[in-house]
């Protein structure tokens, strides 16, 4: 199956001379989906995981339904003060300002093996602090599984330490 046929690409979203990919329209076609979160996990087969980790807010999507394919826990990484117990948390850089990550204090146990999931890689940003989030934790990162990488932002170059896996890129569009 091409699962790039099922991404909708919005010119111009959501600023001038971005090309948004739109995975909205993978989530609605039960069988893309489907085969999506297969290959995700196929990925995986022969490695020892204790937990998926998704970022929100797509990453929650695919996080999830590639914790239940692989009959493991899911953990998810939100925006600042939207946890209800006790975090810890992990600021970084955007293009204008700053933003923060916070993961539970005790969603994870020191050494666990988790995947990172997330539905796009573009500067990588979210995704490293995710992770420095998730190393502060304890957390052994053992892979990193998105739906899409834009090659050309640099953030997938950014990853290559934790093993990004990627269905689809987008180059030069």
């Known amino acids: 199956m091409d699962l ?3 991404i909708r ?3 111009n979203f959501p600023k ?3 090309m948004f990919r739109d995975v909205t329209t993978l989530l609605t076609d039960p ?3 489907d085969y999506a979160i297969e290959q995700m996990a196929k ?3 022969d490695v020892v995981i204790d937990k998926i980790v998704g970022i929100e807010a797509r ?3 695919f996080g999830a339904l590639l914790a239940k394919k692989m009959d493991v826990g899911f953990v ?3 925006k600042k003060g939207k946890l209800p117990a006790e975090t810890i ?3 970084y850089d955007l293009e204008y300002g700053t933003d923060t990550v916070e993961i539970h204090k005790d969603a994870l146990k020191q050494g666990d093996k988790v995947v990172v999931a997330d539905d796009l890689v573009a500067t990588g940003g979210t995704l490293l602090a995710s992770i420095k989030l998730l190393e502060k934790v304890g957390a052994n990162i053992v892979g990193v599984s998105c739906v899409i990488d834009l090659p050309d932002l640099g953030g997938s170059k950014k990853l290559e330490k934790y093993k990004p896996h990627f269905l689809m890129s987008f180059e030069g569009e």
């Open 43 to 45: 990925q995986y087969i």
């Open 59 to 61: 990453g929650f999507i």
């Open 9 to 11: 690409t919005v010119p």
């Open 4 to 6: 790039k046929t099922k």
């Open 16 to 18: 001038e001379g971005i």
């Open 89 to 91: 948390s992990e600021t």
């Open 76 to 78: 998810p990484i939100r």
């Open 31 to 33: 069988c893309a989906l």
